[in-house]
């Protein structure tokens, strides 16, 4: 049934979700998503905190397995990787986590050496070229000595993209890559997702809940909540939706359809059962 | 009563799983190891962190057991003329039972704890789970070299243990007690056997050092990742580790020296 060509055109779609299902113990995040990710695009998926986003992410890095459903990332089949080949596709996917994980026994410049020196025999003099040019890509070539401990959140955050892309990956997932940024560092990450996605052919994935920086670059989003895909499209398309759930949330009002409360007992009563 | 019975089949449960858990995980480990022995750098950094920091607590405690030793024994012997004997005394306390046996504990202490605190700090701010993304597994960069550097370091610190606590004793007997200088070595050299005596107490902190490490990267790595998981693990590290010491020293102990 796969086609194993290799031509761009036959593998428009580099991941695949179908029909994914998976639960934390009684909650579940996912019931029946289905997803395409293209080839070279930008692709944002957006929900509201706790939908599992991240948890998407780990799926698809084959950090989690699903209780039902296919993940199929450049034609392979995540959750039925054994180890060695789900360590060989993940030496093509970076991943930007939302806290950054930086190793912090070791300073920025070995951090984002780390894994050029884990997974090639370069040498030395070329790994510190490789690292000072991503590191000049996210604005901290000068930066390079400091201690994970001294870096600023939105810091780490760039050092972590800077490591992301140290093995010049075919994908990069980032996980909430705007928050802590502040104005100036916010508009050239925006710049430096798009530019590297576009000169490195990468394709990437961004999960976030910031509407506005993430329509800018998007060129595809969709929209998760309570489990499900509620909306899809191109940002124009996401604008001019019918539906009130999508508007609701991309407008950001606080009243519609999407409840700000996690699901709770009739208030009154709460507090009347003391 | 029934609640009682209920109760304890439940934590009974709980602990055979965990030991099933832990199992599988000393297996991961040891599988890492030919991959620890081809990159030493990672190992060495780690035997300067889990062994070389632990000797100065090593040596302090070592010098002042072997002086107590000493004193105590002196005042038992001295009633039996056999003040003589005072080196023999300190020297088989202190390398069949006491090198071993305490250096575990302040093992598990030093080096055991801050091996939790540590790879529970890992997992709780995401880097193990960063590791794995980036195609390393953490069992092999992070586990493996940890472990066989606590197996390492532990008996050599145990046999410094000894051997300072030694002159310890010759201080306190020899140079404070006037016990005659020859007599202590003679009859040490005479009294304690190398393999009834040193090489049994040398396993003894080779089983000790084992399980006092695997303990603590196992709790480490199976840490609830939150800042209070962290410190209830490293508590956890140092508890269970006495507790297998003392017991595993008890079965040992039989084995070797009880015929
Ligand atoms: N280790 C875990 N064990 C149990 N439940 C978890 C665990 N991690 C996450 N969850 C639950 O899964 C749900 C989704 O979590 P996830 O972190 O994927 O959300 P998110 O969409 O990334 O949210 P945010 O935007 O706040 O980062 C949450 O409701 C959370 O309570
Ligand atoms: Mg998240």
Redesign the interface.
């Known amino acids: 049934m796969q086609d194993t060509a290799t031509s761009d055109t036959a593998h428009e779609t580099l991941v695949k979700i179908r029909g994914l299902y998976f639960a934390r113990g009684e909650r579940v995040i996912f019931d029946g998503v289905d997803l395409d990710i293209p080839r070279g695009k930008v692709t944002a998926i957006m929900g509201p905190s706790g939908t599992g986003k991240t948890t998407l992410l780990?799926l698809i890095?084959g950090?989690l397995q699903p209780d039902a459903g296919s993940i199929e990332v450049d034609g392979e089949q995540v959750p039925e990787l054994g180890r060695a080949a789900l360590?060989?596709l993940?030496?093509r996917?970076g991943?930007l986590?939302?806290?950054g994980?930086?190793?912090?026994d070791l300073p920025v410049f070995d951090n984002v050496a780390?894994?050029l020196r884990?997974?090639t025999r370069l040498p030395e003099s070329m790994i510190r070229d490789l690292v000072l040019m991503k590191l000049q890509a996210v604005g901290l070539r000068g930066a390079r000595d400091l201690q994970p401990a001294e870096l600023s959140g939105g810091m780490a955050r760039r050092v972590?993209l800077a490591?992301a892309i140290a093995?010049d990956p075919m994908m990069i997932m980032y996980d909430e890559p705007f928050t802590g940024q502040d104005p100036i560092s916010m508009a050239a990450l925006v710049q430096l997702i798009r530019l590297l996605n576009d000169t490195l052919g990468l394709t990437s994935i961004i999960v976030s809940h910031d509407v506005q920086e993430t329509t800018a670059i998007s060129d595809y989003i969709y929209v998760i909540s309570q489990g499900k895909v509620v909306g899809q499209g191109t940002p124009e398309e996401l604008g001019k939706t019918d539906s009130d759930w999508v508007r609701q949330f991309m407008q950001g009002l606080p009243d519609g359809p999407v409840p700000f409360h996690y699901p709770a007992p009739d208030y009154r009563e709460d507090l009347l059962n003391a | 009563m029934l609640e009682w019975l209920r109760e304890l089949g439940r934590s009974g449960i709980g602990f055979f799983e965990k030991l099933g858990r832990s199992s599988l995980f000393l297996l991961k480990t040891l599988a890492g190891l030919p991959g620890v022995i081809l990159r030493p750098r990672l190992l060495i950094a780690q035997l300067l962190s889990v062994g070389v920091l632990s000797m100065p607590i090593i040596v302090v405690s070592g010098l002042f057991v072997g002086m107590v030793l000493a004193l105590q024994g002196y005042n038992t012997l001295v009633d039996f003329g056999a003040e003589e004997s005072l080196g023999v005394a300190v020297a088989l306390s202190m390398v069949r039972e006491l090198g071993p046996v305490v250096t575990g504990l302040l093992f598990a202490g030093r080096a055991g704890s801050a091996l939790t605190a540590e790879i529970g700090?890992?997992k709780a701010?995401?880097?193990l789970?960063?590791?794995?993304?980036?195609?390393?597994?953490p069992m092999h960069?992070v586990i493996a070299p940890r472990f066989l550097a606590g197996f390492i370091s532990m008996p050599l610190l145990a046999l410094m243990f000894s051997a300072v606590g030694i002159y310890g004793g010759h201080f306190v007997g020899v140079g404070l007690l006037g016990v005659d200088e020859g007599a202590y070595w003679a009859q040490m050299q005479a009294k304690v056997d190398l393999h009834g005596d040193v090489v049994n107490g040398i396993i003894k902190s080779i089983a000790f050092g084992w399980v006092a490490t695997w303990i603590a990267v196992f709790e480490g790595y199976d840490t609830v990742p939150t800042s209070e998981g962290v410190s209830r693990a490293t508590t956890r590290t140092v508890v269970y580790s006495a507790f297998a010491i003392l017991a595993l020293d008890f079965v040992l102990t039989a084995l070797m020296f009880g015929d």
């Open positions: 780990r890095g950090q360590y060989r993940r030496r996917m991943m986590f939302q806290s994980a930086l190793l912090t780390f894994p884990e997974h972590a490591r093995l | 700090l890992m701010t995401e880097q789970a960063g590791m794995e993304m980036m195609a390393v597994d960069r």
